[in-house]
């Protein structure tokens, strides 16, 4: 069983506000990711952090910024929520170590902006 | 770019039957290989992972990897409408984890 939180589960909040999803593992991970994914999309990349002090951009570009000044906390912030931003966000960790550590994501943000 | 590929579907399957899930991965630097299934509107839960060359088998899922070929398959025995679902294949490369973009399965009862 994952140990990894999300929060909010749901957010419906209005053009040009500020929100910042919460993601905390319990697990001590070092690795740590941020993914999107529209409904019966695939999953895409955003940001992802190797450790504390460590944020790097995933392959789809976003306008949402992170940050990693605990190993167990994980937030993405979006300064101006606009109605492009409606969708489903999801957090993973892992403890890759060689070949062998597996991805647990946790329950998802979805988010919806008016 | 490292692509992950899976067969289209979607795939219906009786139930009972054995449900088979096909995933091809494009870089042979690739370390380990992953199962998620999904279910609709829910975030993706690991089934199964596998590392080595062969089969790997747990309950009613066995994973199978041919890294030559460059090809991991999931194959589901008796399946149930539970598995109902849309399976991910994942593929793992240093640190990073790329993902196909699923196969739709619906097991009728």
């Known amino acids: 069983e994952a140990d990894i939180y999300q929060t909010p589960r749901y957010l419906v909040i209005g053009t040009g506000k500020k929100i910042t999803l919460e993601c905390s593992q319990t697990?001590?991970?070092?690795?740590m990711y941020w993914y999107q994914q529209d409904p019966g999309m695939e999953l895409h990349l955003i940001h992802y952090?190797?450790?504390?002090?460590?944020?790097e951009k995933g392959d789809l570009s976003s306008e949402s910024t992170v940050s990693r000044i605990r190993t167990e906390h994980f937030p993405l912030t979006l300064e101006s929520a606009r109605p492009s931003h409606t969708s489903q966000y999801l957090c993973a960790s892992s403890a890759l170590t060689g070949n062998t550590g597996e991805l647990f994501f946790g329950e998802g943000s979805r988010l919806t902006v008016l | 770019q490292k692509e992950v590929e899976q067969n289209s579907g979607p795939l219906s399957v009786p139930e009972g039957a054995i449900a088979s899930l096909n995933c091809t991965y494009s870089?042979?630097?690739?370390?380990?290989f992953f199962w998620y299934r999904q279910y609709s509107g829910k975030s993706p839960e690991l089934i199964m992972f596998?590392?080595?060359?062969g089969d790997k088998e747990d309950g009613r899922f066995t994973a199978q990897l041919n890294k030559a070929s460059q090809y991991v398959s999931l194959l589901i025995r008796d399946s149930q409408p539970s598995d109902s679902a849309t399976y991910l294949c994942?593929?793992?490369?240093?640190?990073?984890?790329?993902f196909g973009t699923g196969t739709s399965l619906t097991v009728i009862p």
């Open positions: 994942a593929v793992r490369f240093g640190n990073q984890f790329y």
């Open positions: 952090s190797y450790g504390v002090n460590s944020t």
């Open positions: 697990m001590g991970h070092d690795k």
């Open positions: 596998i590392y080595s060359n």
């Open positions: 870089d042979r630097g690739s370390q380990s």
